[in-house]
């Protein structure tokens, strides 16, 4: 059986770094990970191709809320792809559906042409789709190197049976790349019940800020959880313990 590649998501170059450290086998880079992830800035991209050997894809994501674009959001996102791959990506990670809540697959067609020959994600808009098996074929017929999903559940725990079955639909032609808080204590289960031979993990610990001075009553934007001075950062010791677990 295959060795199970664990991809990492990342914020940081710090967090890329950890990463690699801990045994991951690919990075998916991101920025605002309180909104899910948007495209990050082209300096971390560059930094953390110049800190990282493994392969590194890059979430192509213009702003945060739903997955239905306009004419702009496309060109900006063929304008992130450029960038990503001049600054050195190995892959990007998109999304878009239609208003009734199917694949784009016009939109989607185009940012693979700008993407290729980059390997293409199709991320979690998958598990928001009106009707997967659908989708599914959708990509397929794309061309979509493989897709992120929980399974449309809430967490790739309780979304196993319907994980399984995408596997078994996407066959060879499809990655489908299992995500939803997999960690080390579910991660072997994942992998032996769903037959999926990727896996998307976050693996952080809370670590809090060195800031002395504080303004616990002002935030900005979103609120983190706990609060703005606790952040969430990729150690090592835990990718590693989810890619043992992994097998």
Same mark, same amino acid.
């Given at each position: 059986? =295959?060795?199970? %590649?664990?991809?990492?998501?990342?914020?940081?170059?710090?967090? =890329?770094?950890?990463?690699?450290?801990?045994?991951?086998?690919?990075?998916?880079?991101?920025?605002?990970?309180?909104?899910? &992830?948007?495209?990050?800035?082209?300096?971390? /991209?560059?930094?953390? $191709?110049?800190?990282?050997?493994?392969?590194?894809?890059? /979430?192509?994501?213009?702003?945060?809320?739903?997955?239905?674009? *306009?004419?702009?959001?496309? !060109?900006?996102? $063929?304008?992130?792809?450029?960038?990503?791959?001049?600054?050195?990506?190995?892959?990007?990670?998109?999304?878009?559906?239609?208003? *009734?809540?199917?694949? *784009?697959?016009?939109?989607?067609?185009?940012?693979?042409?700008?993407?290729?020959?980059?390997?293409?994600?199709?991320?979690?808009?998958?598990?928001?789709?009106?009707?997967?098996?659908?989708?599914?074929? !959708? %990509?397929?017929?794309? &061309?979509?190197?493989?897709?992120?999903?929980?399974? &449309?559940?809430?967490?790739? /725990?309780?979304?196993?049976?319907? %994980?399984?079955?995408?596997?078994?639909?996407?066959? *060879?032609?499809?990655?489908?790349?299992?995500?939803?808080?997999?960690?080390?204590?579910?991660?072997?289960?994942?992998?032996?019940?769903?037959?999926?031979?990727?896996?998307?993990?976050?693996?952080?610990?809370?670590?809090?800020?060195?800031?002395?001075?504080? $303004?616990?009553? /002002?935030?900005? &934007?979103?609120?983190?959880?706990?609060?703005?001075?606790?952040?969430?950062?990729?150690?090592?010791?835990?990718?590693?313990?989810?890619?043992?677990? =992994?097998?």
């Amino acid at each position: 059986m =295959a060795t199970v %590649l664990v991809e990492a998501c990342v914020d940081t170059v710090a967090s =890329a770094i950890a990463a690699e450290t801990g045994g991951a086998g690919r990075l998916e880079l991101c920025d605002d990970l309180v909104e899910g &992830g948007t495209t990050p800035s082209i300096g971390t /991209i560059s930094l953390v $191709r110049e800190r990282v050997t493994i392969p590194l894809f890059v /979430i192509v994501r213009p702003r945060g809320g739903d997955f239905l674009y *306009d004419a702009d959001d496309l !060109t900006v996102m $063929r304008r992130d792809i450029d960038a990503a791959r001049a600054a050195g990506a190995d892959g990007v990670v998109i999304g878009a559906l239609t208003a *009734d809540g199917r694949v *784009d697959a016009e939109l989607t067609r185009r940012l693979i042409e700008s993407a290729r020959p980059m390997a293409v994600t199709f991320h979690r808009a998958f598990d928001v789709v009106r009707d997967q098996d659908e989708a599914l074929d !959708t %990509l397929l017929a794309l &061309g979509v190197d493989r897709v992120l999903t929980s399974g &449309g559940a809430p967490t790739a /725990i309780e979304g196993i049976p319907r %994980l399984r079955q995408l596997v078994a639909r996407a066959g *060879d032609a499809l990655a489908i790349l299992a995500g939803g808080r997999i960690d080390a204590s579910n991660a072997a289960r994942i992998v032996a019940e769903t037959g999926a031979r990727e896996l998307h993990v976050r693996g952080t610990e809370r670590v809090a800020s060195a800031m002395r001075h504080r $303004r616990g009553d /002002i935030a900005f &934007g979103k609120r983190y959880e706990p609060d703005e001075y606790t952040r969430a950062v990729t150690s090592a010791a835990l990718v590693a313990e989810i890619v043992h677990a =992994a097998g």
